[in-house]
């Protein structure tokens, strides 16, 4: 049940890195979710968030919920076994090809990602203590949880950036459709695991 994104249209459609935060238990990766420039030194100065998402703000909020769902599977891949390790192996994959998709086409569309001020994963610093304080089937039922509802999230995000025009490049667009795709795919992929959780 893999749900790859097609790595040629990622390549082709994606835009740039999300800093990482660092220090802290190394152990549990961390992700800086605050809004802003991301990666770029090349951001104006003058670019602030705003309400609508722009091609800017998409690709901002793609590569920061990317770096939280990669930071989420890994520990997946840390703490659990059996059919739970290989979901969370088959998702770090993916998710790790539609991230470095992101950064290439962003520097072949000249995006400069700024985060607007909504953030799908502004819960991810609780969420990834929460999941480190659960072991053994407990643990899988909550990162099931959590990866199915932070799909549902940038799913929702997707769609509201399709939906208000403001996404003027129809190759972004096009790389849109082709990761809610392949999101929603893992969504399914994700609720059928946990229905066998119990």
Known sequence: MSYSVNVRAVAFLAATSAAMACGGDRRTPKVDTSAGSVGVDSAPASATPTAVLTDENVFALLDTAFSAMIATDQLAKRKTTGAVNDFASRALSDNEATKRGIKATADDLNIAPVLPDRDVIRDQPEAMRDLESRTGADFNRAYLDRVIQVRKDLMDEI????????????????????????????RKAAEDLRSKQG
């Open 159 to 186: 769609d509201d950036a399709l939906e208000d025009g403001e996404v003027r490049q129809e190759p972004v667009r096009k790389f849109l459709s082709d990761v809610r795709v392949n999101l929603d795919a893992g």
